[in-house]
């Protein structure tokens, strides 16, 4: 990394990890009621690369999967479509241990896009259509990401990485579309535990 001081090697982390994305979502209205409209829980996946700039401070580019696919459910009736979720983010890490300790706990803020995908086909019968239909399109968010965890020395340059995201984004409406006079709200949490590598280089 090049500074005004001159350009000083710093150490580069990369690692990937696996979780679970559980959903907090939002909902779809109409004056024929209201229905749940969100993505469903599934496992997850998650790669990063990095560095540590300074002892305390640190950032990485890091990429987030999730499988499962849109729904949208009322009364124990539910419409559901095949999908899976990509998010991009770069974000800050500020550590509360110096680069020399053992266990390094964290926080982490970042932003990012997050692309919600369809892979399955659109239903042809939507019990549920008078609050508002599943559409079989693509569609790209902005993301928000937050959370923590700590990095665990196990080897040199080897340390088990524990992690809690919260991935914010808004509801992708064009997937989640209200009929005429209705309304889509409330913003998508996919809280996501992972455990994983992370390897200093």
Same mark, same amino acid.
């Given at each position: 990394m /090049?500074? %005004?001081?001159? /350009? ?5 982390n ?5 979780g ?6 939002? $909902?779809?209205?109409?004056?024929? =009621?209201?229905a749940?409209? =969100?993505?469903?829980n599934?496992? !997850?996946? $998650? %790669?990063?690369i990095?560095?540590?700039? *300074?002892d ?6 890091r *990429?987030?999967?999730?499988? &499962?696919g ?24 500020? *550590?509360?241990a110096?680069?020399d300790a053992? #266990?390094?706990? *964290?926080?982490? /803020? &970042?932003?990012? !896009? ?8 659109q239903?042809? #019968?939507?019990?549920?259509? %008078? ?15 937050? &959370? =923590? &965890?700590?990095?665990?020395?196990? !080897? ?12 914010? $984004?808004?509801?992708? !409406?064009? #997937?989640?579309?209200p ?8 913003l ?8 994983? #590598?992370?390897?200093?280089?």
């Amino acid at each position: 990394m /090049c500074t %005004a001081l001159g /350009c000083v090697a710093q150490p580069w982390n990369i690692g990937g990890a696996v979780g679970y994305g559980a959903y907090r979502n939002g $909902s779809l209205k109409s004056g024929a =009621g209201s229905a749940t409209a =969100g993505i469903e829980n599934h496992f !997850a996946l $998650s %790669a990063w690369i990095g560095e540590d700039l *300074y002892d305390r401070w640190g950032g990485e580019l890091r *990429y987030s999967f999730q499988n &499962g696919g849109p729904f949208v459910e009322s009364g124990g009736v539910r419409t559901a479509m095949a999908g899976k979720t990509h998010a991009i983010h770069f974000d800050i890490l500020r *550590y509360f241990a110096p680069k020399d300790a053992k #266990i390094r706990p *964290y926080a982490s /803020c &970042g932003l990012g !896009a997050k692309s919600f995908v369809v892979t399955g086909s659109q239903p042809m #019968i939507q019990p549920l259509r %008078a609050i508002g239909l599943l559409t079989a399109v693509n569609q790209v968010k902005p993301v928000i990401s937050l &959370g =923590g &965890g700590a990095k665990i020395e196990i !080897a040199p340059h080897l340390r088990v990485r524990v992690d809690m995201r919260d991935y914010i $984004s808004p509801m992708p !409406a064009n #997937i989640f579309t209200p009929v005429l006079g209705g309304k889509a709200s409330g913003l998508f949490h996919q809280f996501t535990p992972t455990v994983g #590598i992370d390897f200093t280089i």
